[in-house]
T-cell receptor
Framework: KQEVTQIPAALSVPEGENLVLNCSFT??????LQWFRQDPGKGLTSLLL?????REQTSGRLNASLDKSSGRSTLYIAASQPGDSATYLC????????????FGSGTRLSIRP | DAGVTQSPTHLIKTRGQQVTLRCSPK?????VSWYQQALGQGPQFIFQ???????QRGNFPDRFSGHQFPNYSSELNVNALLLGDSALYLC????????????FGPGTRLLVL
């Protein structure tokens, strides 16, 4: 059974710092991994999707890496801004067409001005 | 191009009542998935509808049921509401069952008293 863990549950850093969010999963047989952003009380916004054959994806100040063998993914945020404050969730999907998307509990990020 | 829309935005019910939540997928999408997100947790998969049939189901009791209409919109019904059903209910749409990229709606906040 796939389990997805995100540590830490909360993180507070000063503006301008580079930071890394972590995601680990127990079953390395994944089809893809996706990082989402969620603002308080809102829906999810997809940030980056990494296919199982890829090692990383980049979008602006965001870079996501995937290491299937170790069951880990990281989301790197460069030059953090107060507007980056949100909860960041990772989700994995297995290969089977019947595989469900499994989410982690998220990391709540706060960027201090 | 309208994204995923959900109604209502907020809902208050009492224990034992029944509730219906609605979702309209992003234009061009034919698959709708429903998730329950408790406070401080990641979304949990309830079920997926494709071609007007339930295709996948998570670990939720039969009190949770759904429907997909010919225009691809979907409803989530919950009977005999329990206090523990209080959560944010998210709808996500995608093209096809593979769920390459899911687009999420803003959610419906359900409070059961």
């Amino acid at each position: 059974k796939q389990e997805v863990t995100q540590i830490p549950a909360a993180l507070s850093v000063p503006e301008g710092e580079n930071l890394v969010l972590n995601c680990s999963f127990t079953d390395s047989a994944i089809y893809n991994l996706q990082w989402f952003r969620q603002d308080p009380g809102k829906g999810l916004t997809s940030l980056l999707l990494i296919q199982s054959s890829q090692r990383e994806q980049t979008s602006g100040r965001l870079n996501a890496s995937l290491d299937k063998s170790s069951g880990r993914s990281t989301l790197y945020i460069a030059a953090s801004q107060p507007g980056d404050s949100a909860t960041y969730l990772c989700a994995v999907k297995g290969y089977s067409s019947a595989s469900k998307i499994i989410f982690g509990s998220g990391t709540r990020l706060s960027i201090r001005p | 191009d309208a994204g995923v829309t959900q109604s209502p935005t907020h809902l208050i019910k009492t224990r034992g009542q029944q509730v219906t939540l609605r979702c309209s997928p992003k234009s061009g999408h034919d698959t709708v998935s429903w998730y329950q997100q408790a406070l401080g947790q990641g979304p949990q998969f309830i079920f997926q509808y494709y071609e007007e049939e339930e295709r996948q189901r998570g670990n939720f009791p039969d009190r949770f049921s759904g429907h997909q209409f010919p225009n691809y919109s979907s409803e989530l019904n919950v009977n005999a509401l329990l206090l523990g059903d209080s959560a944010l209910y998210l709808c996500a749409s995608s093209l096809g069952q593979v769920q390459e990229t899911q687009y999420f709606g803003p959610g419906t906040r359900l409070l059961v008293l």
